[in-house]
C-alpha cells in the first residue's frame, strides 16, 4: 500500500475528490475540456455520446478518485483500457507503476 498522501489538501482543481461512486456533469466538463475534447488514448475527436469517462489508475488499484485521475475516451479506447486493467489484475505479483 502507497498511500501516503497526507490529509487531502484540494489545491488544484485536478486534486478535488470526486464525491460519490461516480463523476459528475461538472467533473465530465473539466475532463473534456483539459483534453480539448479528445480521446486521452488516440486523440481522436469526441462527442458526446461516445465518450467513456474512466479513471486512469483504478481506485481498486490505489488510484485516487479525483479529476486529476479522471480521463475520456473514446470507446476504442475504453475498451483497450478495461482489458489492460483486467491483464494488470491477471499478473498482478508486484507493483511498479509509471
Ligand atoms: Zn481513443
New binding site residues.
Given amino acids: 500500500m502507497a498511500s501516503e498522501r497526507g490529509a487531502p489538501v484540494a489545491a488544484h482543481a485536478d486534486d478535488a475528490l470526486i464525491p460519490g461512486a461516480y463523476i459528475t456533469d461538472e467533473a465530465m466538463q473539466a475532463v473534456l475540456e483539459r483534453q480539448c475534447h479528445r ?1 486521452a ?2 486523440n ?1 475527436p469526441l462527442s458526446a455520446e461516445s465518450t467513456h469517462f474512466d479513471l486512469r489508475q483504478p481506485v481498486i488499484r490505489g488510484g485516487p478518485h479525483t479529476l486529476g485521475n479522471f480521463e475520456a ?2 470507446p ?2 475504453h475498451r483497450n483500457h478495461m482489458r489492460r486493467i483486467r491483464e494488470q489484475f491477471a499478473g498482478m505479483t508486484g507493483h511498479r507503476n509509471k
Wanted: overall charge neutral.
Fill in positions: 480521446c488514448g488516440c481522436a475516451l473514446c476504442f479506447c
